[in-house]
């Protein structure tokens, strides 16, 4: 879509040109940007210009710039020991796009959208990624990516703020993970994605993306009973109604896929089963 409200481009070349005039948008692999009329927006910030590394493996697992495509992420060559690897592409499939779209979109335009739906927020959320972001006034803050998602649509990010990257611990990319997706429709977007990871030490992390306005986390020392998760499910807030889907058949479905996860997870880690979450 042609943005005619747009007078204005540049490609800076360093973070002090990140600081951002009025009616300035930061642009990075713009699918959803150009996808709709941006009316309040008159000047496009291109962060590409500035050609951050898509992918680092470091010795504390892997850095994820913000600029880096879906399709980038998805064909970083494996690596040995992260057996959570092909989760990437498991994320990348629950996108509602083509893959001419995965070569353009990108990771942290992904998060920074912030849809129930995000795909990357699910990747980043099951992952424990944590987000450097970079203020304004210089400084960085770091946060758990799936405490920046405040809504359907919405996060904590303050103006100004630029997300530099994310990053993946070793930790992580080292456990065993699963995801389950539904939708009404064949092709439509996911109307609740159910994922879960089991981890060396035995302790599992479940989370609900898509059916609820923001991921839902929940972990426990070991892999859970079915009844267990089945109420942690139940209980969890935040399910909604839209056109994907009605709040209580979110709520129902996820506690069937979330037993689907359960259940991979339990043949893959061979771990008793054990009872009571220790947070969410």
Same mark, same amino acid.
């Given at each position: ?114 849809f129930a739906a995000g795909a990357m927020v699910t990747l980043a959320a099951t992952l424990d990624a944590e987000a450097e972001i970079w203020r304004p006034d210089g400084t960085d803050r770091r946060a758990p ?32 993970? /699963? =995801?389950?997706? #539904?939708?009404? $429709?064949? *092709? ?10 089991? &981890? +060396? %030490?035995?302790? /599992? =992390?479940?989370? #609900?993306?898509? $059916?609820? *306005? ?10 859970? &009973? +079915? %009844? ?46 054990a009872s009571g979450p220790v947070g969410r």
């Amino acid at each position: 879509m042609d943005l005619n409200t747009i007078t204005r481009f540049r490609r800076p070349r360093s973070r002090s040109e990140l600081v951002l005039a009025p009616g300035e948008v930061l642009l990075a692999g713009g699918t959803w940007l150009f996808s709709e009329p941006q009316p309040q927006a008159s000047g496009l910030v291109d962060l590409t210009a500035l050609e951050w590394p898509a992918l680092e493996v470091t010795d504390r697992g892997l850095r994820v710039a913000a600029t880096c495509t879906i399709a980038e992420l998805v064909g970083l060559p494996p690596q040995p020991g992260w057996t959570a690897q092909p989760f990437f592409r498991a994320c990348a499939d629950a996108l509602l796009m083509s893959f001419k779209i995965w070569g353009l979109a990108t990771v942290g335009g992904n998060i920074c959208r912030s849809f129930a739906a995000g795909a990357m927020v699910t990747l980043a959320a099951t992952l424990d990624a944590e987000a450097e972001i970079w203020r304004p006034d210089g400084t960085d803050r770091r946060a758990p990516v799936a405490g920046l998602i405040t809504g359907n649509g919405t996060n904590s990010l303050a103006p100004g703020e630029v997300l530099r990257a994310i990053e993946i611990p070793h930790r992580a990319l080292s456990g065993t993970t /699963a =995801l389950r997706k #539904i939708a009404l $429709a064949r *092709l439509g977007r996911s109307g609740a994605v159910l994922t879960g990871r089991l &981890d +060396a %030490d035995g302790s /599992a =992390l479940f989370v #609900i993306t898509a $059916a609820t *306005l923001r991921p839902v986390l929940l972990r426990y020392p070991e892999l859970p &009973d +079915a %009844d267990t998760l089945r109420a942690g499910v139940a209980a969890a807030s935040g399910y909604y109604t839209d056109p994907l889907g009605a709040a209580d058949w979110r709520r129902q479905v996820s506690q069937v896929l979330m037993e689907e996860v359960r259940a991979e997870l339990g043949q893959a880690g061979s771990v008793p089963a054990a009872s009571g979450p220790v947070g969410r």
